[in-house]
């Protein structure tokens, strides 16, 4: 009777075993696998920091401008060359001329009364850096801009000695608040005392009016001899129709000189701004990068020694029945493992960091999911990557030479 020879296949390790095997190594080893693993958490925090950063700032950026309007326009008087001893100026019916464009929804408008100012009679004006500018009513609502401390202009202040201080200008003559209740303090224009009633907020879209102060128009025209000639003409217009408005707005303002009319969207110079940081994040990206490489490599030198120190475990497996394939997996699923823990601790740590930016900043807390996943898919790889050759190394070890080794 002929004996049958029975091929026995292969076991196979389930997921569940090749996952306690690749645990127990760093169980026992906690300080070689922590420091393992850091390189690949510094990656990872990288990655999840230098795109969750430019994300929340862009965000603060995308709600202010939502706040102000994309549909602002700025048309600045521009000086005559042929003319250069009279001051830049736009004629003065030009800011109702403005309000008559189909499409414009709001006109307002500032003028340089060409002041100096003064904290106290005892400092020379010269070389402060401030401008003296009247103002109408209707430019904080039109600016989006908002009040800091105090009140703006009104119908009922603006004829008397009273100014508004723009955020940096507050700064430079030392008023930063106004504390209800008590007195207001005073600045001198030229030789005329003015009352400070309100300080501005930051305004973004207005930077001369942030290192400026702010007079009213008929109290400037009273005591300051403005001539009610507008430097700076702002329009707010409906999205569609901006661009149109934008083409027609200084042969309007000025129609005998509309080359001296310079026509800019304020917001076009955040949007440079973005470019600028996004230039940045690419170039961090980069350094990600190299961190994640440099943690590679760490993670693929440990996994190499730790196969050099289990030689002999490695060959009692392999006298035990632990075919090659077993071997490998074990290996692979220890490196891959090391590289998971410290992908999630990196993007733990990254998240963090972003949380503490962002809200230090003042911004909305924005962290880009598709680069969590990235980051984590990312040290899933470089785990597989950096635990091929150690792992392959090991599989081709003999029992004889397992078990034989020093």
């Known amino acids: 009777m002929k004996r049958r020879t029975e091929i026995t296949a292969p076991v196979r390790l389930a997921l569940s075993d090749l996952l306690l095997l690749g645990l127990t190594r760093l169980r026992t080893r906690p300080l070689r696998a922590a420091l393992s693993a850091l390189g690949i958490s510094i990656g990872i925090a990288t990655v999840v920091v230098v795109t969750g950063i430019p994300a929340s700032s862009q965000q603060a950026v995308m709600d202010e401008l939502a706040n102000l309007g994309p549909d602002l326009l700025r048309a600045a008087a521009v000086p005559d060359q042929s003319h250069s001893d009279t001051p830049a100026g736009l004629p003065e019916a030009s800011i109702g001329m403005a309000g008559r464009i189909g499409p414009v929804q709001e006109t307002s408008g500032v003028a340089n009364v060409h002041a100096g100012v003064r904290r106290t009679d005892k400092v020379d004006s010269t070389g402060t850096g401030i401008t003296v500018l009247a103002a109408k009513p209707n430019l904080l609502p039109l600016l989006g801009a908002k009040i800091h401390s105090g009140t703006f202009l009104t119908t009922a202040n603006e004829h008397f000695p009273t100014v508004v201080l723009g955020a940096k200008a507050a700064t430079w003559l030392g008023i930063t608040d106004l504390p209800p209740g008590q007195p207001k303090p005073r600045i001198l224009l030229d030789d005329t005392w003015f009352t400070v009633v309100g300080i501005l907020a930051r305004s973004p879209l207005a930077p001369d009016v942030e290192q400026s102060v702010l007079v009213g128009w008929d109290a400037a025209k009273t005591t300051l001899a403005f001539d009610g000639r507008p430097s700076v003409v702002y329009v707010r ?170």
Do not use: K
């Open 237 to 406: 217009a409906t999205d569609t129709s901006l661009e149109d408005v934008r083409a027609v707005l200084g042969r309007t303002l000025n129609p005998e000189q509309p080359g001296l009319v310079q026509v800019s969207r304020p917001s076009e110079a955040l949007a440079a701004q973005r470019i600028t940081q996004n230039a940045f994040s690419t170039l961090f990206l980069g350094l990600a990068g190299v961190a994640l490489l440099v943690g590679g490599i760490g993670v693929a030198n440990t996994m190499v020694i730790s196969v050099l120190e289990r030689r002999r475990e490695i060959g009692l497996r392999r006298a035990l029945g632990a075919n090659r394939g077993q071997i490998r997996g074990q290996f692979l699923t220890e490196s891959v493992v090391l590289c998971t823990i410290g992908g999630l601790l990196g993007a733990v740590l990254g998240i963090l960091g972003v949380i503490g930016y962002a809200n230090s900043q003042g911004w909305p807390v924005v962290i880009p999911a598709n680069a969590l996943l990235a980051g984590v898919g990312a040290s899933i790889v470089v785990g597989v990557l950096a635990g091929v050759y150690p792992a392959v190394r090991a599989s081709l070890l003999t029992p004889t030479e397992a078990l034989a080794a020093d």
